[in-house]
C-alpha cells in the first residue's frame, strides 16, 4: 500500500525549532525521485496553504511566512522529505501535510502546536 507519512510534530514554543519527516511509505524509487514533494498546512478554520516544496532537481519554493525560517530537504535514497522549521510562533500551529505531486498524494498530516 502506498502512503506518504508525516511524523515530527509535537507541542513547542515560541522560538523552539522542529523538523518533520514525511517517508513515502510503498512508494516507487522512481516515483519519488522524480516527483516534487511538498508541505502544506492547515490551520483551524482556514484552508490548506503551501509551506514550501522541491523539486526533483531540488529546486525550492517557499511561502513568504516560511521564507528564512523553514528549510524543506529531500533524501530519494531514504524515500524522504524532511521540513526544518525554526524560530516557531503561535501562527504556525497547524496540521502540516506532505504532498507528491506526481499523483497528488497526500499523508494524513502531523500536528504541530506551538504555544507563546
Known amino acids: 500500500q502506498v502512503r506518504l507519512v508525516e511524523s515530527g510534530g509535537g507541542t513547542m514554543r515560541a522560538g523552539e525549532s522542529l523538523r518533520l519527516f514525511c517517508v513515502g511509505t510503498?512508494?516507487?524509487?522512481?516515483?519519488?525521485?522524480?516527483?516534487?514533494m511538498g508541505w502544506y498546512r492547515q490551520a483551524p478554520g482556514k484552508q490548506r496553504e503551501l509551506v514550501a516544496t522541491?523539486?526533483?532537481?531540488?529546486?525550492?519554493n517557499y511561502a513568504d511566512f516560511a521564507k528564512g525560517r523553514f528549510t524543506i530537504s529531500r533524501d530519494n535514497a531514504k524515500r524522504t522529505v524532511y521540513l526544518q522549521m525554526n524560530s516557531l510562533q503561535p501562527e504556525d500551529t497547524a496540521v502540516y501535510f506532505c504532498?507528491?505531486?506526481?499523483?497528488?498524494?497526500w499523508g494524513q498530516g502531523t500536528q504541530v502546536t506551538v504555544s507563546s
Open positions: 522541491i523539486t526533483s532537481g531540488e529546486n525550492t
Open positions: 510503498g512508494v516507487s524509487g522512481d516515483i519519488f525521485r522524480t516527483s516534487t
Open positions: 504532498h507528491l505531486a506526481t499523483y497528488a498524494w
